[in-house]
């Protein structure tokens, strides 16, 4: 026996077997995702290595456990609470190692980017914020609850707003402290390319990229005209380490950032101007908490579009009983 099915364009595509499984290529959000995990995996080894990264070399792993617990014991109360199995569970070792790759990438992260000096509880609290709030900070988009801010950012901004007297961000020399002068050169030249090659072919984020250091450029010379800060100076961040991380492997989050190019750009560029605003002010931390606001204002849109729609959509009316007919659906006495 053998069926028919409707291909994207309409047109019947060729007749298969009942029962055959349909082939399927490779999900871009798994590979994103995959090649993101391996690419902070391999730089937390060069950096505890080869490179000079300062915080002690468990705390990767502490950070790691305390993301994989703090998923799976939201996931678990968040699937018991909805009554629908957990996520994590039904496709095997496979579908437990998908579900813990954002959790992998956030506690690298956040564990990589931050220095607590030798205190460990401002990296753990920021990491069960960053995992966590992806569990309650969610919006209503295209009928379902979606996570809004970027985990490792927010968990970052977080801490560095309430512990800031104890905690910094990760000092930039120690991504290139051990490299002598060709290493050095090199390390910023290949995380650029890795970067770029993932947000160019999966993560397909490139106008958000240009929108943001487009942005950045921008503001930079807006901030020498008006406020006389040293050109080279403000323009000369872009070309550090830290910044180039910052712009391939968080700006770009593909769960909290637009899909269409236009938007792309536009959030981008947005988080330039907000970064140019806040260095106006003298606030530290800018690129950390430019995100933050940038991804709240987006969250929040989407609840004012919820509300604004639910407001403008007809309340259904009861029908009125028809003539003659009785309160209980029974027609009426003569």
Not at 22 to 46: C, E, H, M, Q, W
Not at 66 to 88: C, D, K, M
Not at 102 to 112: D, E, F, G, K, Q
Not at 226 to 238: C, E, H, K, P
Request: glycine letters at 10%.
């Amino acid at each position: 026996m053998t069926t028919t099915v409707q291909s994207q364009s309409g047109t019947p595509a060729p007749a298969e077997k009942a029962g055959a499984p349909a082939k399927k290529g490779p999900d871009p959000r798994y590979t994103a995702l995959r090649n993101f995990a391996i690419s902070l995996t391999v730089f937390n080894i060069l950096g505890y290595t080869v490179l000079g990264f300062e915080q002690p070399w468990l705390w990767p792993f502490l950070a790691l456990a305390t993301g994989y617990s703090t998923e799976l014991i939201l996931e678990t109360v968040g699937a018991w609470a909805e009554r629908r199995p957990p996520r994590y569970r039904g496709h095997g070792p496979r579908g437990l190692y998908e579900f813990l790759l954002p959790a992998h990438i956030t506690s690298l992260a956040a564990n990589m980017l931050l220095y607590a000096n030798d205190q460990w509880w401002p990296i753990m609290f920021a990491v069960v914020v960053a995992v966590g709030q992806k569990h309650v900070l969610k919006a209503p988009v295209a009928g379902r609850m979606r996570h809004f801010m970027n985990p490792s950012n927010l968990g970052i901004s977080v801490t560095l707003l309430l512990f800031g007297t104890w905690v910094s961000i990760a000092p930039p020399y120690q991504f290139t402290e051990y490299a002598n002068s060709l290493f050095r050169i090199l390390i910023p030249v290949v995380i650029a390319t890795a970067g770029t090659v993932i947000n160019a072919m999966l993560t397909r984020r490139v106008m958000l990229i240009t929108g943001w250091m487009g942005g950045f450029a921008i503001q930079a010379v807006v901030r020498h005209w008006i406020y006389d800060v040293a050109l080279f100076s403000a323009l000369g961040a872009m070309s550090g380490v830290a910044f180039i991380l910052f712009t391939n492997y968080m700006v770009t989050d593909p769960g909290t950032t637009p899909s269409k190019p236009r938007a792309q750009f536009i959030f981008g560029a947005g988080i330039a101007t907000v970064y140019g605003v806040l260095m106006a002010f003298n606030i530290t931390y800018t690129l950390f908490y430019a995100t933050a606001i940038v991804c709240g204002i987006r969250g929040l849109g989407w609840w004012v579009a919820h509300f604004r729609n639910r407001s403008r959509t007809p309340q259904p009316v009861a029908a009125a009983p028809a003539p003659g007919a009785s309160g209980g659906g029974q027609p009426a006495p003569a």
